[in-house]
């Protein structure tokens, strides 16, 4: 492309009638100001549109103010524009570069059908934590293009669990040669006793090496990163063990190891003592989720956000949620959800 095809190409949007109006000359500069800066009543679809179209307007003005607006624009109203099946790709970009490290808006962003390829990548380069995570199990997304499991690799901030799953091989060290041993000559008229020595030593390291180590012993001497490799690829009773472990990158990678089973996920999901990161993993996977076991065990789960699990309750049978109306091991929320439920049923 041509720099003089650069300059002439425009993004194309679709106006809505009340965006159009304040566009036009009506009410003068003071009610553009008030739309820059967020200060007009209309819906967020329409304002996120209006701060768009300000950013890249001539008025400096205006795109300083829409830029200020979009910044610390309230996430609810963000994700109101970002429920429009057709946003267009360009606005869904300048969310992503203002607000990637918004965990809630970029929820709302990565999984939205016209995001691009290049506001994919910005992501995968420039973000961290929870982020960064959730962009490594968009399955659908990482579809879309090789390179972006390779930036999300090159990614200071990807941890080495994530690398790993993603496919990176960690590089082979060679080990140091060691050096050759220095010879020494034996002392006169202790031969026969050196030999006698040399005998016992032979048959006490045969004896140690024939009993070898249970696993639960191996577990104790193993170092972090021996620990998450064996999490990621290790079988039942070494994934039994490393879920057990009270190091988050060790209990974690459990969850990420291919041959895990479901019924092995289901125990997860009722033991009320996993952490908010291994019942997140369970609710990020759309598989799982699907399971009637694992969503019963995830509505009465401590850690669940109660949004979803009042969403899944929908799903449950009645026996389930005759349970839960008169459950003491539950919120006061999900029990009033499961009676109001009954109550409906009823009439």
Partial sequence: MTNRQQETEKVKIVIPAEVAKIMSKWGGHNVRLAAARGALPMSGHNLVTVL???YHGENQELKEEALSTLTTLP???LMSALSK???HPSIIDLIVKLRYQDYVVMQAALTHRMIGIKSLLFVAENSSGDVLDMLSYNDEVLRKTEVLRTTIINNPQADKVMKIRLGWVEPIVAPEPKPDPVPVEPLQGDSESLEGDSEDDNGFDEEVEGEGLSKYQELQEMAVADKIKMALTGDKEWRTLLIRESNKQVNT????N???????????AKNRSSSDELIRIILLNRDWVKLYDIKKALVVHPRTPLQTA????????????????KSREVGQAIVNNARRMLNTKKR
């Fill in 52 to 54: 768009f179209v300000f």
């Fill in 75 to 77: 996430g609810q109203i």
């Fill in 85 to 87: 099946k057709e946003l």
């Fill in 253 to 256: 990678a459990v969850l990420k």
């Fill in 258 to 268: 291919p041959r895990i089973s479901e019924g092995e996920v289901v125990t997860v």
């Fill in 310 to 325: 009042v969403r899944y309750m929908a799903f449950l049978g009645e026996k389930d949620i005759k349970e839960l109306a």
